[in-house]
């Protein structure tokens, strides 16, 4: 089998030997990709059972396309039940021991796709001397619909999406040295949903020893959806279908289509449309992720958490309802639904007034969501890493970005073209002269943290983990500086509340 390295120096194409059969790629900004490779069998012919390999194949396949998206809600193009696709960028397919990163993607357990520009995986491996994958996953009703309770034969249906990135990873154990990459040094690095999966994924017997590093990117999940709730949101759903318990059975030969547009339904416990998500099935995932501790079985797989100081701005800020706010109008936009836990908004808005004077109404909507929302569980994960003697490396992304309506901020999804060293792809607001500064000093730690297990490198200051006493985090900026308990008054004031992840 002719080396990527060698097939670029004679002009031809590249290519790999996989377990299921040989293929091959394309060349691309000077590296090997392999788009659209199948690692599981299509799901359609066997929906709402666990993933199981592809069908061997002979004849060498061509890996230049993007695999089909799951089915769902957004607007990702080329939607199919057959999705269970990754995509491979390396520099070389020669034997070599080079770190793998795979990035999971985001969209809530929901929508997304491992093809977006953002996530591309060549200018982060011809940087590094690195493997990158990016992965496709059943979602939304395909992937976490909790039937277990209602019928027989659904036993796993609450957590396949789940185990579709198990079987991704088991995908990369068995191959990724053919595309010259070290099985026994994976990075898993995902954002928002990538990263909540990666914090499930870290509590799930069924994946331990599959990766050795962890980073997730404002994402995280301290407790997945309990089996009752998630039995709700599944008989909601499959009214919106027009089905009763004892027709269950009509799911698997259904029209997609009816399938996804039932999970708008509204959703029970939260209101909007139905929520998919992990559940503590008792199966696959035994315990919730973060919750009562750190889980015992990745206490030695290095950790970087991260969240974006302005994360709600990605939210709220495009939001004409939430422009030119007062102080009298201000509490009617701080509603449960925006801040996720039960506190009057009129004494929110008198705590950031007395102890924040500066802050105009439209800045304390998006730190006070920021801070009740997902910022208070990139904490406790944190603390409980810490309390198991496994701390994590955190950092809190302020560099601005912006978005398309001017407004500026370090919001949700603005360390992903950083991160991934990907500033020129359509959706990133990551502009002006110091961008590309910016995102070496953030893909130079991902880089060095897939080494060696610690994002230390001559850019940044010492990055020391987080502990209690000090609550250690690295604010990425121009410059970087390491600080103790950043927002310290914030997580103290919000702590005093009950948190409840959403969803479950």
Known sequence: MLAAGAARAAGRTPAALTTSGPVTGVTEKGVSAFRGVPYGADTGRRRFLPPEPPQPWRDPRPCVDYGPASPQRGSEPNQSEDCLRLNVWTPDTRPGRRPVIVYIH????????????????????????VVVVTVNHRLGPLGYASLAR???????????????????????????????????????VGQSGGGAKIATLMAMPAAAGLFHRAVTMSGQQVTASGPLNATRRAEVWLEALGLTPDRIEEVRTMPVERLIEAAGATDPILGGSLYFGPVLDGRSLPRHPFFPDAPAQSAGIPMIIGNTREETLAFLGNDPANAGLTWETLPGRL???????????????????????????DQVLIRATTAARSWRAAVIEAEMRAAQGAPAFVYQLDWPARLPNGRTGAFHTSDIPLMLD???????????????????????????FART????????????????ERRETLIMDLPPRMQNDPRGDERRFFGRIPYIQPGT
């Open 106 to 129: 985001g969209g809530a357990y929901s929508t997304g796709s491992g093809s977006s520009p953002l996530t591309h995986g060549a200018r982060l491996a011809a940087k590094g001397d």
């Open 422 to 448: 990907n500033l020129a792809a359509q959706g990133s607001g990551a502009i002006g002269p110091e961008a590309q500064g910016m995102a070496d000093l953030m893909s130079e730690a991902l880089l060095a």
């Open 453 to 468: 297990g610690s994002p230390n490198h001559p850019g940044l200051p010492e990055w020391t983990p987080y502990s209690l």
């Open 150 to 188: 209602l019928a027989p034969g659904f036993e796993d249906s609450g957590n396949l999406g789940q185990l579709d990135l198990v079987l991704a990873l088991e995908w990369v154990r068995d191959n990724i040295a053919a595309f010259g990459g070290d099985p026994g040094c994976v990075t898993v």
């Open 335 to 361: 509603t449960p639904s925006q801040m996720r836990i039960d506190v009057a908004p009129e004494a929110v808005v008198a705590w950031y007034r007395r102890e924040h004077p500066g802050m105009s109404p």
